[in-house]
């Protein structure tokens, strides 16, 4: 018999537009944090080689399975200290005004702005890169997040996910996945 798992977090998809860059990011170098989101994208492109993800994302879409970790923008007293399975949290992140900083995920939530924003490429002059269908684009328009009251609540996961790691594949490993077809 399942039993009926109790999320700690709610995941729900949001809106790319809602989503921001973490300026506090750790592997950023001290010069890049604290900058503005136009800065940290044009220092992600030209320093985290996004070819591979944009790619993979331009012809698969977004992996549902690795949702971004978030954080709310000015997150009242009073949020902080309600439960993030209540209504009155539930209303506060589903409502539009309300904005999210990607804690977990930057590269990918970089990644959906430059496939869904020609502008954006056109602020970097990025022309090297595949235009996605237009079904690819607008799949990209909202992303899976799982939302975490503040950045203090991140920190075991994040030292689980980084510290700890998951262990990388190896290139037999990864030979064997493509010839059976698994990656």
Known sequence: MSKKLHRKHPQIEISVDRLYLD???PRLPEDAQGKSESELMKYLYRGFNL???VNSMS???YFQEEPLVV???KLSKELK????CSKKFADYINDEKTKFTVV????RLAS???ITSQEIRNSLKIKHWKDPSTQIIESLRYLPAIIYRDRSEIIPYLGVRHIVGIQKWGSYAKASAVSKKLV
């Open 71 to 73: 954080i709310p923008q």
């Open 104 to 107: 977990e995920g930057n590269r």
């Open 51 to 53: 070819d591979e993800l």
């Open 59 to 61: 012809q698969n879409g």
């Open 81 to 84: 200290r309600e439960d993030v």
């Open 23 to 25: 300026p506090d990011n």
């Open 112 to 114: 959906a702005k430059f």
